[in-house]
């Protein structure tokens, strides 16, 4: 039986080892970039740090991270880009804006003397009548459209420039410029738990459990072919 077990132990370390080297391998791509963003912000190196994340860690403020092990590594969550889809709704709605205004801007060169007094009336806050007032209500008209308009295109662009930031951050190569809205893709996120020291802004040293997200982008269906991004901090939260 002795014999048996013992015939059995290179093999068993053999596997203990793999699965050893495997976590450690999980987690050395996420141990580098968290590394080198605390140490970036412990040396208010904002150009490092702006390279690789979203978020700040100001040693002023949330103070600087002398060290830190990473306790927990989460499942990789995937979710569609949606980037060309909210390229294409931005250029839409600006382009439904841009011919609302065309058509403001005629009606207001046709009718520009009764929209000087309709203004002026507004402003003293007295009552119109006849024509005047029939200007009166076209242009509020005119006016509320043209917000709805604008707050569309706002919105719409809003919602591209989300999906753009971390995605643009991601694949940036400055010798080889991407234009993610010409992709389709998936935007990948992984939740990391850390226990951190930090050197507080008044000279005092905490252990604090910190989470922290960290994003990619892979894009695929462009010019480039598939273009798989880098890991981008996202996200700092304290727990």
């Known amino acids: 039986m002795r014999r048996k077990l013992l015939s059995w132990l290179p093999a068993m370390a053999a596997v203990l080892t793999l699965v050893v ?12 970039v968290l590394k080198k963003y605390f ?4 040396l208010r190196d904002n150009r490092t740090t702006a ?85 009166q209500t076209a242009w509020t008209k005119w006016r509320e459209e043209m917000a709805v308009s604008a707050k569309k295109v706002s919105d719409a662009q809003q ?16 010798s080889n410029p991407v234009d993610v809205t010409q992709y389709d893709g998936d935007m990948i996120s992984k939740e990391i738990t850390i226990n951190a020291r930090i050197r507080t802004p008044d000279d005092q040293n905490v252990e604090k459990a910190l989470k922290v997200t960290i994003k990619r982008a892979v894009l695929r269906g462009g010019p480039a072919g598939e273009i798989s991004g880098r890991w981008i901090i996202t996200s700092i939260q304290q727990m």
């Open 39 to 42: 140490d970036a912000s412990r």
């Open 159 to 174: 919602a591209l420039s989300a999906a753009r930031s971390v995605a643009e951050l991601s694949v940036f190569d400055a």
């Open 51 to 135: 390279n690789i994340a979203t978020v700040s860690f100001r040693p002023s403020e949330e103070g600087s991270v002398q060290s830190f092990s990473i306790e927990t590594v989460g499942e990789e969550m995937r979710t569609p880009l949606g980037i060309k889809e909210l390229s294409n709704a931005y250029e839409q709605a600006k382009a439904v804006e841009e011919e609302f205004s065309k058509n403001k801007k005629t009606y207001q060169d046709e009718n520009l003397e009764a929209i000087d007094r309709v203004l002026r009336a507004e402003r003293e806050n007295t009552s119109l009548r006849g024509r005047d007032l029939e200007v």
């Open 21 to 32: 080297l495997s976590a450690c391998s999980g987690s050395s791509g996420e141990q580098q």
